[in-house]
């Protein structure tokens, strides 16, 4: 893996309801996103940081061209 594909690009912050739908539509096409949570994180680890509710999904910079029209169009649906 070369380094443009390590690379990743935060596509959304959000209610986990929201993520978890984007989520299921980048998996149908074949990407992974990874889902960040710092208030959880920070909660498990004893102190307080992040916003409550708000989870962070970041896709690779080289699936972004796939990714991007799928996200778009999920979140007009939705009325995001």
Avoid: H
């Avoid at 992040?50 to 996200?71: F, N, S, T, W």
């Amino acid at each position: 893996m070369n380094e443009k594909e390590k690379e990743t690009v935060r596509v959304y912050t959000g209610p986990a309801m929201i993520v978890k739908g984007l989520v299921a539509r980048l998996n149908e096409i074949g990407i992974s996103p990874v889902e960040r949570n710092d208030n959880e994180s920070s909660i498990q680890a004893g102190f307080t940081a992040g916003v409550p509710g708000q989870i962070m999904l970041y896709v690779r910079q080289d699936e972004m061209v796939k990714a991007k029209p799928v996200i778009d169009e999920y979140l007009e649906q939705i009325g995001e």
